[in-house]
């Protein structure tokens, strides 16, 4: 079995948790993009986990892999490393050679770039990514590869920090002896991570080849897809299930099936369009503890948006659906779902794409009664999707009858065992 998960809003749909709880079935999970922007968090009998780099899949598969996709800080993975080889010792970790690497002066120009764009920032999670991926696509990125050569690094923060000099004027970069320095930590931090190197792509399709079951975990959400998000409100890589492919040098056409993750209501970190927001009013982010995994903001939060849905279901061809936080949304008397998007009036078919178009978007609504705290954890996690509460069936159904897709997996808690299937997976 060949499957790829991901989310279907703007990030933090609870993908981590729900990579957790299928990667049982997996023998690999290979991460293809993102890097430390994303913040996915595992619960374990109580135990808290959380990935930036490693793949969620990392506590029940055997092997993962970070793909040439990602953009890797290594000062980061370092840490995690140590922190995941403790509680697991046998895993294996591979990362391909092909990944790019972000230094401290990624994030020092990430922060000044959000400076120069003044109103229209992004709020990006200041981890470095854009900036790494923009040296990708300008063909002066450092790979992992790279860090096993001193005299490349050195010309490549060089190459890096001439196309960039008017934006880094005034920073410690500017002095030859920092980047000197950050030449050195680089080739230490090589060092300890080269061993985890590999031809990621061979070991993917080998494992294939001798029919391991392979899941490729996507970060980020559909809405944050530098093609297909709102624009320029979304991260720098492609978030779409296509990404798994170039990402990570595996085929599209061996994938057997697609899982989206959403939210039963909907989250964002960071500026831009929200159709479905709340304003002024925290109960459901206090309800939800909505904060960053990775920056600790309050997230913003608003209805489930069903147009918003439908379209991210359809660009990356789901076939199977997972809702999570039914627990959190339940609790409301009374909940909304967006239905229609509207402008001047007219119902519109399509996915805006000018931002003067958000500014006209009206949203209606429908409303469903809440279903309450869940009261009967053990027979419902014994008996299943038949012993849900009624109410939260219709608003599971409504859900499916709109989006033409099976909710196959239900979370009704943040830890793994509170987690219930349709279908069994694989
Ligand atoms: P990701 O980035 O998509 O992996 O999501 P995050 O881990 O950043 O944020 C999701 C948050 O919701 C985490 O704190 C999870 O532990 C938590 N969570 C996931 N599923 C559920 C659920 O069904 N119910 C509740 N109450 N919390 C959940
Ligand atoms: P996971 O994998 C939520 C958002 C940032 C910002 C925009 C660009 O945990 O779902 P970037 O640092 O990528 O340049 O920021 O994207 N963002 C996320 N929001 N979850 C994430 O990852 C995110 N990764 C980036 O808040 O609005
Ligand atoms: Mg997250």
Redesign the pocket.
């Known amino acids: 079995m060949i499957s790829v998960i991901l ?1 279907l809003q ?4 609870g ?2 948790k729900i990579t957790d709880f299928i990667s049982r079935d997996y023998d690999d999970v290979v991460r293809f993009n ?2 430390s ?4 968090t595992v619960v374990i009998n109580g135990e808290k986990f959380k990935f930036h780099l490693v793949p969620s899949g990392a506590m029940q598969s055997k092997m993962v892999i970070l793909g040439n996709g990602m953009v890797i800080d290594p000062e980061e993975l370092v840490s995690e490393i140590d922190l995941l080889k403790k509680s697991k010792k046998d895993i294996e970790i591979k990362i391909s050679a092909g990944a790019h690497i972000v230094t401290k002066m990624h994030k020092c120009l ?1 922060k000044r770039e959000e400076a120069v764009r003044s109103k229209l920032n ?6 470095g ?2 900036p790494t991926y923009e040296d990708k696509y300008a063909r002066t990125g450092i790979r992992l590869i790279d860090l096993s050569n001193k005299e490349i690094i050195s010309n490549k923060i060089e190459t890096i920090f001439n196309m960039k000099r008017e934006l880094l004027k005034g920073s410690i970069y500017e002095s030859p002896e920092e980047r000197k320095k950050m030449v050195e930590d680089l080739f230490s931090y090589g060092n300890l991570i080269l061993k985890y190197m590999d031809y990621t792509e061979n070991i993917i399709y080998n494992d294939y080849r001798c029919g391991k079951n392979i899941l490729f975990e ?4 559909g809405m ?1 897809d530098i093609d297909f998000g709102i624009y320029p ?5 492609n978030t779409l299930a296509g990404a798994m492919s170039t990402g990570s040098g595996f085929s599209f056409r061996k994938v057997d099936r697609v899982i989206g993750v959403f939210k039963a209501y909907t ?6 369009p929200f159709p479905s927001e709340i304003i002024n009013d925290s109960t459901l982010r206090d309800l939800g503890s909505e904060y ?4 600790g ?1 309050p ?1 913003r939060v608003g209805w489930l948006d069903l147009p918003l849905l439908k379209y991210t279901t359809m660009v990356n061809d789901v076939d199977s659906l997972a809702i999570t936080k039914v627990d959190v949304l339940g609790q409301l008397k009374t909940i909304k779902v967006v239905t229609k998007y509207t402008i001047d009036g007219n119902e519109i078919d399509y996915f805006p794409r000018r931002l003067e178009d958000f500014e006209k978007l009206r949203v209606e609504y429908r409303e469903f009664p809440g279903w309450g705290s869940i009261k009967n954890q053990d027979s419902i996690l014994s008996g299943g999707y038949e012993e849900l509460p009624e109410n939260m069936r219709k608003f599971l159904e409504f859900i499916e009858e709109e989006i033409g897709k099976s909710i196959d997996i239900v979370s009704l808690g943040e830890d793994r065992k509170m987690t219930i299937t349709k279908q069994i997976f694989n």
């Not at 922007?37 to 996915?40: D, Q, Y």
């Not at 992004?122 to 981890?127: A, H, M, N, P, Y």
């Not at 960053?292 to 920056?295: C, E, H, L, P, R």
């Open positions: 989310g703007f990030g933090d749909e993908k981590g993102g890097g922007n994303a913040g996915h990430d992004i709020g990006t999670t200041s981890q990514i854009g996507g970060a980020q959400g944050l409100f979304v991260t720098s890589s989250s964002k970190v960071g500026s831009g960053g995994t990775t920056t903001r997230r």
